[in-house]
């Protein structure tokens, strides 16, 4: 005989399953994709069973056709979406005319998509073009070392944050604050300390006269979207500059629009200016690109040859970086990123009041980078299992470790796309709530 409970869990369950039907099964040419990728790519990444074909907006399509929402943005690259107009004619012009050719020789992209982030950066006077995230914090951290050395001082300690994420190449996976990904590959870099996030007592106490760098995200992205608070930016400012350290904020994942803001570590106030600031993600839309902005006191330190890359700031990239930049900087556009992930929050805060106990901590600075943490349960739920269920319903999200839930959709992701994926997040809980029934 059927309890009240189970009906429910049936009712639910026949409900939920008409959605999920159509994204159980995996295509032939799918399958054939899977193999070929475990034949021949070395195994580095613990990939979903997604396979996307094309994009178009916010939203993604697998080879047979299904559509997915794009909650995830490439992991806060793909800022205009999937095949925006303005990146797709930005490509097209730029490959027409001219691709690479190396940094012997001047070329106009780069100064252009250059002019724009100085002017749009407090405090910062050059730009050095790099091709990833990881490689604009390498290059930070020679900056740093080569300033310091040509001052004639001796300042060989870095400090990071806990839960801070910073790259994989050896210097950059050095000053990330993560044992599980080093341990294979001690040693690290020496003399690199972390402290807790937001906790003022600890950076007064390790941030001594021998620190050359302080490394910090304003946004803790891979970390699960913690939030550096104004006031612990402010202090972090105040204690560099008394003490003679470098102060460099990592707006790899959190710059250029992705919190409603141009930058990030605006959220500490127009007085708040870094030593330098290293971008990438977005910054070409999807094509491979970093940038270390400096200040001119940092600039005036570094000489020919002190650092270089060979397909760096070439004019493909930095004129589709033009065309991107321009987009977010366009009238309104801030503002619309601002709603959209005011619009998530709520939903995510309504979510968790009323339709599940598994939703925890709802976190964000503003605009569309926000973690919220899967509370702790008796069934196992893990964030793992929320993005695989979301996926199953057609809408893909991020982990940012075990337990935490990361959105970064495209800035451009629409307010009923957001009322979608909020509807497929509200029906993923109802069946993990029924599954514990």
């Not at 780069?110 to 604009?136: Q, T, W, Y």
């Not at 760096?312 to 990123?337: E, S």
């Amino acid at each position: 005989m059927l309890t009240r409970q189970s009906l429910v869990k049936l009712n639910r369950h026949s409900v939920l399953t008409k959605r999920t039907a159509r994204f159980s099964s995996l295509s032939q040419k799918h399958q054939q994709l899977h193999d070929d990728d475990k034949q021949y790519i070395l195994g580095t990444y613990a990939r979903s069973s997604l396979a996307f074909e094309r994009g178009e907006g916010s939203q993604l399509f697998d080879f047979d056709g299904r559509r997915y929402l794009d909650l995830a943005g490439g992991i806060a690259v793909n800022a205009l979406g999937h095949s925006h107009p303005a990146w797709q004619t930005a490509v097209n012009e730029q490959a027409d005319q001219l691709t690479h050719v190396s940094n012997l020789f001047h070329t106009e992209p780069p100064v252009e998509l250059a002019r724009r982030l100085i002017h749009a950066a407090n405090g910062m006077d050059k730009v050095f073009f790099c091709n990833s995230g990881a490689e604009a914090n390498e290059a930070a951290l020679k900056f740093a070392r080569k300033y310091h050395y040509k001052n004639g001082e001796n300042r060989p300690r870095t400090v990071t944050l806990e839960q801070s994420f910073h790259g994989r190449t050896m210097g950059s996976l050095s000053l990330t604050a993560k044992p599980q990904i080093q341990e294979a590959f001690r040693p690290m870099l020496p003399d690199i300390d972390h402290i807790a996030l937001n906790d003022v007592d600890a950076a007064h106490s390790c941030i001594t006269e021998d620190v050359g760098m302080v490394l910090v995200e304003p946004i803790q992205g891979e970390g699960g979207c913690n939030v550096a608070s104004p006031e612990f930016l402010q202090e972090l400012r105040k204690i560099c500059t008394d003490r003679g350290a470098l102060l460099v904020v990592d707006e790899v994942q959190s710059g250029l629009g992705r919190t409603g803001r141009m930058f990030a570590h605006e959220l500490a106030g127009p007085d708040f200016v870094p030593d330098m600031m290293t971008l990438a993600k977005p910054l070409a839309g999807g094509l491979p690109i970093g940038a270390t902005l400096v200040g001119q006191h940092v600039a005036d330190n570094i000489d020919f040859g002190d650092h270089g890359s060979t397909f760096a700031g070439n004019p493909l990239c930095t004129h589709v970086g033009c065309a991107v930049f321009d987009t977010i900087a366009a009238d309104g556009f801030l503002d619309h990123v601002r709603a959209m992930g005011d619009r998530i929050v709520s939903g995510l805060q309504h979510l968790a009041e009323v339709d599940t106990p598994l939703i925890g901590d709802v976190r964000s600075a503003g605009g569309l980078l926000i973690g919220f943490d899967i509370a702790q349960n008796d069934q196992g739920v893990t964030a793992g299992t929320v993005m695989q269920k979301c996926a199953d319903r057609g809408l893909v999200v991020l982990t940012a470790g075990a337990n935490a839930v990361r959105l970064a959709p495209p800035l451009v992701i629409t307010e009923q796309e957001v009322d979608e994926a909020l509807n497929i997040m509200r029906e993923t809980f109802l069946e993990l709530n029924s599954e514990s029934l």
